[in-house]
């Protein structure tokens, strides 16, 4: 289906005539009627109808994925959806996630208990993802696995692998809660944490270690004066 035809199918199924949903979006009936017809290709207003639908705003977007968003209904204000969004209620896409942000502070406690819910997140990342239904995403604290990963850099994580040989894992020694972000290196009964960057020591692991997941992809944003 083209964009306008998902609208279309979006609106029909939250019941809803053009008028109800430019009224509820905020924009004219007119807008609505160009964007179904074809004779607008895109609208800034595009998250808005689709939350409002009860519907993915990626596969309103792009029609890839479901269409329906499990925990979202037709008519959500923004403070539902705010709820619905930090209580967990909203289930992501496994072919495309909306991944949260959280701090390293959230993942230690998410490591801890799988079912704890961070109570504010500040971002979502809308894109496809390798991870589980239970990524996340977390952000690269320090130059210690440059050149590959840079601070600031965001890693997609999947708390469902438990980690292998090579991979890049989120982890912690049993006994201290602090996370740390190195690679997993296995050498005989030897088990190692790898930093990249050469200016970092390589550390033995004496005691067990608790992975908290493994780095599945890496997500790169560009910030330009």
């Not at 977007?61 to 209580?87: K, Q």
């Not at 601070?151 to 996370?179: C, R, W, Y």
Request: aromatic share 8%; net charge neutral.
């Amino acid at each position: 289906m083209k964009f306008g035809e998902r609208i279309t199918v979006a609106r029909k199924w939250a019941k809803f005539t053009q008028k109800e949903l430019a009224e509820r979006v905020g924009i004219s009936q007119t807008a609505i009627n160009k964007l179904e017809c074809g004779r607008l290709q895109s609208s800034r207003r595009t998250v808005s109808i689709a939350l409002i639908c009860g519907v993915d705003p990626i596969w309103l977007e792009t029609g890839r994925g479901e269409m329906t968003l499990r925990g979202a209904r037709p008519g959500m204000t923004a403070e539902e959806l705010g709820n619905a969004v930090d209580g967990g209620e909203l289930q992501r896409s496994n072919l495309f996630a909306r991944l949260p942000l959280l701090s390293w502070e959230d993942a230690a406690r998410l490591c801890a208990d799988p079912s704890y819910h961070p109570t504010k997140i500040d971002l979502w990342l809308p894109l496809a993802s390798k991870s589980s239904d239970r990524g996340y995403a977390l952000r690269v604290p320090d130059d210690s696995m440059m050149p590959e990963f840079r601070e600031g850099d965001l890693i997609i994580m999947d708390p469902t692998q438990t980690g292998k040989h090579n991979q890049f894992v989120v982890a912690h020694l049993d006994g201290d809660t602090s996370l740390t972000f190195k690679q997993l290196m296995v050498v005989g009964n030897k088990t190692y944490l790898k930093p990249l960057n050469p200016r970092y020591p390589l550390l033995e692991v004496q005691d067990s270690l608790t992975v908290c997941g493994v780095v599945v992809a890496k997500y790169k944003e560009y910030h330009y004066q």
